[in-house]
């Protein structure tokens, strides 16, 4: 007799196949980027760093890797804000409205990008505004993007919170204000962190809305790979796209370590 | 002072009244208990003492001050939660430091403050345990140390108890009275348990349906119910249908089958002829040869241990006798006759 596996053999064969097909486009572009002949092909002929030295050196990406990265840090600090304040306001106050207020600050996840990047495109040329190809009106859009995963996250941290420790720390003498500075946001904060990065991993790829967004000089990394690859066939986006890879690593490994830490606090 | 005085205090969620009307006076360094079962309003009306909850109608006052608009930070009570409410993020040590720093304490005198908080609820040693690493006892020692350290005017406990086990809470039901008993705190004990309201308390109030419906010493509360329900939520009665005969001074002649008995008078005026409940606890119903006093019938025996519990058919109405299982008293079987009698100043009557 041997012992039954307590997973079904069809499971662990689903989880491969799919932890494949999700490996597989992050070896491709890491591949790509590598690559050492003149286009972007697949298998590569050759490795080399020569497109990874054209990324570090051209004024284009360069640029628009700074921006990708300026416009996520900006719209990802006024997500976080916004957000863990509309969660707080969602899971406590009661009624109706609230109900409808929660499915519409959801909306732009269901939303087609496309969808919500024409209307605001539309919005900022008709209404005369200034907001039409600026970073401020870019910004809004992807702190629209963003801002229901703050909310999700702080969300799901909120509802399972026990309203009970406020209470505790109020009647040891805290305000309202101290009670959930001390007690609630402490508690709550890896929550608070992991939305916040995943927020920046959403803006930092955002392609949909940035498409209407954006302008020549205000080129995000995502529209500097498209347009690259439209008009060359250059491997300097795939090593853009390694350098991209590399971020959003970092930031799981953040994100893991933090959720971890809610876990040891037993949130 | 820091007794407490509720005033005609009433709650309404909408349609829903949970405390409807409820006046109490708990007295200086007194135990006093909200006994009653589930969703009777005990949590509601400890809240509004807390300041959790705003009254829709009344007062509340502590000593001589209207806390009633008070918030929960200025009333200056410790509060005891069901599930204790350790703050996760903190250690033991910072827990039950919590509320001095709000008060701005210097390190010396918190240092010295939670040292000897911790002496008192004896979790020396406890002071970097986080709250998942406490059992269910020592997370309610912490947060009674984290109170008790703020030195509260009122201790207020809501169902401090019911997480524990058996075992655990006799033992800190004997542990949180003499604790209580020693720092002379006014405290306010909400629970459905009848045993721990009994054991531990001074006074205590039973509610029902979201009223106080008697306060008294729990030898009281036992003794001399006021109303039906009182009996039978505080441990078990015989509730007999009889007919109101005549009142005697202290006494009510009752026609109970076609025999009368006599029994304790009630306050209120009853008038002959109308309809009564008569009310015995098991443990008062004497159990005696055939002859003495009502003859009944042994309906069924059940042996307990320590007691044996006869039911008992009297006039086509059960009676439930309870005796302590001792050598020297017989043993009746199914299907005898015997007299059944009680001491009149042991049973009541109750208008329904
Ligand atoms: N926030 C609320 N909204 C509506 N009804 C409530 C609310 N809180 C309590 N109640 C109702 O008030 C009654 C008393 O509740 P509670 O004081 O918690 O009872 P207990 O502590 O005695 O079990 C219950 O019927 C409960 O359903
Ligand atoms: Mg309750």
Known sequence: MRDESPIPLIFKAISVITLAMLAIPVVIVVLAGLNAGDYLTFPPQ??????????????TFLSAYGISFLVAAISTVISTVIGAMAALFLTRAGGRVVAVLRAFFMMPIVLPGVVLGLALYVFYVSSGIGLARSLAGLVIGHVIVTCPFVIATVTAALVGFDRSLEEAARSLGASPFAAFRLVTLKIISPAISAGTIFAFII???????????????????????????????????AAAGIFAIVLVVISMVATSRLVNLK???GG | MSDIHLKNLVKS????????????????????????PSGCGKSTTLRMIAGFIRPTVGQILIGSDDVTRLPPEKRDIGIVFQNYA???????????????????????????????????????????????????????????????????????????LSALDKALREEMKYWIKDLQKSLGITTVYVTHDQDEALTMSDRVGVMQKARVEQVGTPQ???????????????????VIDVTVRGRQGERLSVDFGDSTVLTRAP????????????VIRPENVIIGAAGAGLSATVVSETYQGALVRYRLSVAGQEIVAERQNQAHLARFSPG????????PDRSEALVA
């Open chain 2, 336 to 343: 005898e006759v015997v007299g059944v009698s009680w001491d």
């Open chain 2, 267 to 278: 306050v209120a005026e009853v008038s002959v002829g109308s309809a009564a409940k008569l």
């Open chain 2, 86 to 160: 350790i703050f996760p993020h903190m250690n033991v040590a910072d827990n039950i430091a919590f509320g001095l720093k709000l008060r701005k304490k210097s390190h010396e005198d918190i240092d010295r403050a939670v040292a000897f908080a911790l002496r008192q609820v004896g979790l020396v040693g406890y002071e970097n345990r986080y709250q998942r690493q406490l059992s269910g006892g020592e997370q309610q020692r912490v947060a009674l140390a984290r109170v008790l350290v703020t030195e509260p005017r009122i201790l207020l406990l809501d169902e401090p």
């Open chain 1, 263 to 265: 876990r040891i606090f």
């Open chain 1, 46 to 59: 050759g490795l080399s760093l020569r497109w990874v030295i054209s990324f570090l050196t051209s004024p």
């Open chain 1, 203 to 237: 803006s930092f790829g955002q392609f949909e809305v940035t498409l209407f967004l954006s302008t020549p000089n205000l080129q995000t990394l995502p529209m500097a790979m498209y347009v690259a690859l439209r008009y060359s066939f250059e491997p300097t986006a």
């Open chain 2, 220 to 238: 009281e509360i036992y003794e001399r119910p006021k109303t039906l329900f009182v009996t039978t939520f505080i441990g078990q009665s015989n």
């Open chain 2, 13 to 36: 969620y909408g349609e829903n009244i949970a405390v409807a009307g409820i006046d109490l006076h708990i007295r200086q360094g007194e135990f006093f208990s909200l006994l009653g």
